[in-house]
């Protein structure tokens, strides 16, 4: 599945421990990369879901520099050695 370039999406992570329970870290971030590493987003701190303890999102408006279909990788930092990558795709309007 690809999105809109132009469109909102949000971007999500829910963190859990090693126990298998959510766990809000100190510090998260995300970011999103082309697949040579041009930076599209970087190090954007994310909203927490009201009412949960580590479910996050942020919304972000593909960019309207982005020309052409294209893989994207989205990358969640959080505290400690940790990260989870995505990759998504992209494309323009037909």
Sequence with gaps: ?????GDTVRLKATIYNLDGDEEAP????VSVYQKDGTVIIEDKVPDLESGTTAHY?????I???????QDLYM????TGPHQK?????????L
């Design 75 to 78: 990358v969640w930092w959080w």
């Design 26 to 29: 100190a510090l998260i971030k």
């Design 1 to 5: 599945m690809a999105y809109v370039i």
């Design 57 to 61: 999102y942020y919304d972000w408006e």
């Design 85 to 93: 990558k995505f990759m998504f795709k992209v494309e323009p309007i």
């Design 63 to 69: 960019s309207d520099t982005l020309t052409k279909r």
